[in-house]
């Protein structure tokens, strides 16, 4: 076991509904600490850099069309295992896919609109997390 910070994004979708708290609050019940966040518009260009490993997939231009579609909650999660833990409490990429208690079972519209996002590795939460956030602005 070891502590680790993740980057965890509240999608389009779920700000619409106001759901960021219901979302935090799974979060830290899972035993995550939110040490960073902010609410912001996504430019199209920042989403279409976010994603750019999925730039060959037929959902690309669709996926950055729904990212700016509206406000995001970006946030650094820590914790024991937090990469792993916050993909476990994220639930499948397709909400029909999902675990009952998971957020995306709990409140994704679909498989794009699937309600939040998390790094799938430790690399890349290193990289994702320095592409919103200051480590001056991460304070566990
Ligand atoms: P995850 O977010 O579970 O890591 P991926 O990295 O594979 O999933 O995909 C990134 C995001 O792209 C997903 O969260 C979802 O919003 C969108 N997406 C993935 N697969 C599809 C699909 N088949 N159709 C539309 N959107 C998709
Ligand atoms: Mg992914």
Same mark, same amino acid.
């Given at each position: ?94 909400? !029909?896919? !999902?675990?009952?208690h998971t957020i995306r079972a709990q409140f994704a519209e679909n ?24 480590? !001056?602005?991460?304070?566990?």
């Amino acid at each position: 076991m070891s502590k680790e910070r993740t980057l965890s994004i509240i999608k389009p979708d779920a700000t619409r509904r106001n759901l960021t708290g219901k979302i935090n609050a799974l979060l830290e019940e899972a035993g995550l600490r939110i040490v960073a966040q902010k609410r912001i518009r996504l430019t199209p260009e920042q989403a279409k850099a976010f994603y750019i490993v999925h730039k060959d997939r037929p959902f690309y231009h669709e996926l950055v069309s729904f990212m700016v579609s509206g406000p995001v909650v970006v946030q650094v999660l820590e914790g024991e295992n937090a990469v792993a833990k916050n993909r476990d409490v994220m639930g499948a990429t397709d909400p !029909a896919k !999902a675990e009952p208690h998971t957020i995306r079972a709990q409140f994704a519209e679909n498989i794009e609109a699937n309600s939040v996002h998390g790094s799938d590795s430790l690399e890349n939460a290193a990289g994702e997390i320095r592409f919103f956030f200051s480590e !001056a602005e991460i304070v566990p």
